[in-house]
């Protein structure tokens, strides 16, 4: 019997990264995923009074079309929440949202406690998008794990200490 030692290596250390991750933390404890679809939910209702609410003053205006509005605000939050994923990377879950062809962050969430450039950061910390794969580390915008707030566009900005944001 012949066995290739590259194939075996290859194996052996795919099996090797497989079993860190089971060990590790690699596998999403329950309480963040309750927390996640916690999020997802905010987002999507967030996004469902944003379509429905644009529509308001032309219904008052032209009551014959209410069904045809309400048919594009349908679809507009079937076609987001079908585009609305989920990527892991090594620090953080990203959040990507799909409008046709184009994709766009939506946010950031910390996978657990760690020091990530000099500063610490909690399991499940909201946090702004600075471009296409880092996060905005100035401050995290709440903790999906406690108290946040997030609109459809993304986690909010920081407010200064007269309430403007910064």
Known sequence: MFYCITCISFVSLFMIRKYKLLTK???MDQAMKQAIETFKENVFKDYERFQFGMWKRDIKEKPH?????NN???KSVNEFKAGF???ETK???KFLTANG???SVHSFIVKEDKEIRRKQWKKGDLLKCASWSQPALNKPRGNILGEYKVQWTGPLYLRGP???TL
């Open 91 to 93: 620090y953080y879950y």
């Open 85 to 87: 994923k989920m990527e």
């Open 162 to 164: 007269r309430g403007l």
């Open 72 to 74: 594009l605000a349908s």
């Open 65 to 69: 079309l209410e069904s045809h509005y």
């Open 101 to 103: 062809t184009q994709q």
């Open 25 to 27: 933390g690699g596998i």
